[in-house]
């Protein structure tokens, strides 16, 4: 069973940073695309950035500048680099993959969440 183990999110300043973490555990995925979105009580959630397919990283205008997503050196692994955060930042950010297993379908996994507060 696949998992997505996030990390680094807290609290913060405005005009602060944080590296968000996230790995895949639980079974080699042949991953095409994986990225962050953010959710807000009461919104939907909304992309920030990805990688898909390998290509290069498209990211929300509203963070265009600040915010640089990397895979890590596994395959599996991407990471999150926010600078200069906005108090409208502030948002439970999810990871996401959309991978395969190994002889399995093509799935879009989640990872729980890690709350990101930005205090003005």
């Known amino acids: 069973q696949v998992q997505l183990v996030e990390s680094g999110g807290g609290l913060v300043q405005a005009g602060g940073s944080l590296r968000l973490s996230c790995a895949a555990s639980g079974s080699t995925l042949s991953i095409i695309d994986i990225g962050w979105h953010r959710q807000v009580p009461g919104k939907q959630r909304e992309l920030v950035a990805v990688?898909?397919?390998?290509?290069?990283?498209n990211y929300a205008d509203s963070v265009k500048g600040r915010f640089t997503i990397s895979r890590g050196n596994a395959e599996n692994t991407v990471y999150l680099q926010m600078n200069n955060l906005k108090p409208e930042d502030t948002a439970v950010y999810y990871c996401n993959v959309v991978g395969r297993p190994p002889l399995g379908l093509w799935t879009d996994y989640w990872g729980q969440g890690t709350q990101v507060t930005v205090s003005s």
């Open positions: 990688i898909r397919g390998g290509g290069s990283p």
